[in-house]
């Protein structure tokens, strides 16, 4: 799959396309300013709260009809499983609902894993609701305190925190700080207890079945996408190697002949030989031409440098080669696996044929590197913006690359403009060679 052949221009949208995804890592990655200017921070306090008033209205019912719990884990199972929408993360499937879990009796019931599994989940929710309970009782006199201390007020009624605040004897700007230092703890714990919240739900009430068999799905459809697209390939080296070198080379078996013919005829006639010798600088020229063919039919299959020299060397290639102004910032201490760095280097040929192609751009910024066993790489342009992806185009094609090596790929590319292609991929029990890939930087 090269760069030139599987391009689509970008379809003009009235509005930016949807952003769909995970976040690029975890938010104790990112750093506090861009975790508190997120929407992250913001949406684990929704969850936790909801969770907290959920967990006071069930506590006391629980407590009083324990002899019901498995009622109540099927209830409290349920909003478990919405929950993870309000972190923007999709609801955990219910194995009930698509009809693989199917109980007629009580003995039926008390064989199955989920039921239990949605038991264990009881006391997880109330443990977390009231965790979350403190965490938003804390946070709440954390503005609290950082108003007042602003505003140069009080709280007149809450003698406790009244009192407490007077002992420490904290002069308004430092009374402010420390609030606010301690609203931002207390947003990555909240954060933590949301994420963690989660995971533990996934275990616990996840469509484990539902989950591989969806998976096995998405290979096959990238599997059948990716031998279409093979196909495909195949026929377009056909192409170019019948449309280029075979009729460069064509076009040099017959001069040849022709010169056979003008060589005979000039020792016959004891002709002057420069005529001929202009022939053979025509050849030379065929030759030339078939061979520049063949190095860029080669070269859209894999290119050597890649393999040689890593995926640093091959973007500065591909950089050369653009009529565009790119800046290149590749970070790779060890070098990602080949299949990493082969769908980097399409990712990367992709994106500045239709930056020049569709994009109008003028500059291109691409940057790569690795974080906690993953490979990233981002490709950003100044152009106009508006590009989406269609089936069985370019940009399709990068995000089978993706899937089939277990990653993701999106585009961000507003009407517009800018436009900024993100491609990560795990690189964790891959063999990692130890061959150092250097900073670059083109302008």
């Known amino acids: 799959m090269t760069s030139t052949d599987r391009t689509d221009p970008p379809t003009r949208t009235g509005a930016p396309p949807r952003r769909t995804g995970p976040s690029t890592g975890p938010?104790?990655?990112?750093?506090?300013?861009?975790?508190?200017?997120?929407?992250?921070?913001?949406?684990?306090?929704?969850?936790?709260?909801?969770t907290a008033a959920l967990g006071l209205v069930v506590v006391a019912p629980v407590v009083a009809t324990w002899f019901l719990a498995p009622v109540w884990a099927v209830a409290v199972a349920r909003v478990g499983r919405r929950l993870p929408v309000v972190l923007g993360l999709p609801r955990i499937p219910d194995p009930r609902s698509s009809g693989r879990v199917r109980h007629t009796t009580l003995r039926g019931r008390f064989r199955d894993p989920l039921a239990w599994s949605e038991l264990g989940y009881l006391p997880v929710f109330l443990l977390v609701a009231g965790i979350g309970f403190a965490l938003v009782v804390l946070t709440l006199v954390s503005v609290s305190v950082a108003v007042g201390a602003a505003t140069?007020?009080?709280?007149?009624?809450?003698?406790?925190?009244?009192?407490?605040?007077?002992?420490?004897?904290?002069?308004?700007?430092?009374?402010?700080?420390?609030?606010?230092?301690?609203?931002?703890?207390?947003?990555?714990?909240?954060?933590a207890l949301a994420t963690a919240h989660d995971l533990v739900a996934r275990a616990l009430l996840g469509d484990r079945t539902g989950e591989l068999e969806h998976r096995v799905e998405e290979l096959t459809d990238s599997r059948r996408a990716l031998l279409d697209?093979?196909?495909?390939?195949?026929?377009?080296?056909?192409?170019?190697?019948?449309?280029?070198?075979?009729?460069?080379?064509?076009?040099?078996?017959?001069?040849?002949?022709?010169?056979?013919?003008?060589?005979?005829?000039a020792e016959r006639d004891g002709r002057d030989l420069g005529a001929l010798r202009q022939a053979l600088d025509r050849i030379s020229g065929n030759v030339d031409d078939a061979v520049d063919a063949l190095r860029a039919t080669i070269r859209g299959i894999h290119p050597r440098v890649l393999v040689d020299h890593g995926l640093g060397a091959?973007?500065?290639?591909?950089?050369?080669?653009?009529?565009?102004?790119?800046?290149?910032?590749?970070?790779?201490?060890?070098?990602?696996?080949?299949?990493?760095?082969?769908?980097?280097?399409?990712v990367v040929s992709e994106a500045l044929t239709n930056a020049g192609r569709y994009g109008a751009a003028a500059t291109v910024q691409v940057t790569a590197g690795t974080t906690d066993d993953r490979f990233w790489?981002?490709?950003?342009?100044?152009?106009?913006?508006?590009?989406?992806?269609?089936?069985?185009?370019?940009?399709?094609?990068?995000?089978?690359r993706a899937a089939v090596l277990g990653g993701s790929f999106h585009v961000d590319s507003p009407v517009g403009g800018p436009t900024v292609l993100r491609f990560s991929v795990p690189t964790q029990g891959e063999h990692l060679r130890d061959r150092p890939d250097v900073v670059r930087w083109r302008s």
């Open 152 to 191: 140069g007020a009080r709280p007149q009624d809450d003698d406790v925190i009244r009192t407490w605040l007077d002992g420490l004897r904290l002069s308004p700007p430092v009374e402010l700080a420390g609030a606010l230092v301690v609203l931002v703890v207390l947003l990555y714990a909240v954060t």
């Open 27 to 50: 938010a104790w990655t990112v750093p506090p300013w861009t975790f508190l200017l997120s929407g992250t921070p913001w949406r684990a306090l929704l969850d936790v709260t909801l």
């Open 229 to 265: 697209g093979f196909d495909a390939e195949r026929r377009r080296i056909e192409r170019d190697l019948h449309d280029g070198a075979q009729q460069q080379l064509t076009i040099l078996s017959m001069n040849i002949g022709l010169l056979a013919v003008d060589l005979d005829a």
């Open 314 to 346: 091959a973007v500065d290639e591909l950089a050369a080669r653009s009529p565009l102004a790119v800046r290149v910032a590749v970070d790779l201490p060890v070098r990602p696996p080949a299949r990493v760095e082969t769908a980097a280097y399409f």
């Open 377 to 400: 790489l981002e490709v950003a342009d100044d152009g106009v913006g508006g590009a989406v992806s269609s089936p069985g185009g370019g940009l399709d094609g990068l995000r089978e």
